[in-house]
């Protein structure tokens, strides 16, 4: 089974910024979209950003305009480019991949975002 690995997180400063990634363990075929979700503590997991295989894209209204979020098909890699980080965007950072429209969610391990002076 393909398990989505992520990297990226760690301890950076307010106004500061990560770069988070996520890939498949190993080689598969197009995975149809994939993202990010957070989760803060004594808060709901939330959608951060998504992307198809198609480059459409969907950002969480507190991150639109620090976020961005790309992928390589080819690799079927996604990256989590965050600018302008802010006390508020600590949370555990989930990878997340569907591989068609109606499929099942696939989720990653989990990375740490801490945002703190």
């Known amino acids: 089974q393909v398990q989505l690995v992520e990297s990226g997180g760690g301890l950076v400063q307010p106004g500061g910024s990560l770069r988070l990634s996520c890939a498949p363990s190993r080689n598969s075929f197009n995975i149809y979209v994939m993202g990010w979700y957070r989760q803060a503590p004594g808060k709901q997991r939330e959608l951060v950003a998504v992307i198809t295989s198609g480059g459409n894209t969907n950002y969480a209204d507190s991150v639109k305009g620090r976020f961005t979020i790309t992928r390589d098909n080819a690799k079927n890699t996604v990256a989590l480019q965050m600018n302008s980080l802010k006390p508020a965007d600590t949370a555990v950072y989930y990878c997340?991949?569907?591989?068609?429209?109606?499929?099942?969610?696939?989720w990653g391990q989990g990375t740490q975002v801490t945002v703190s002076s």
């Open positions: 997340i991949a569907r591989w068609a429209v109606t499929g099942n969610n696939y």
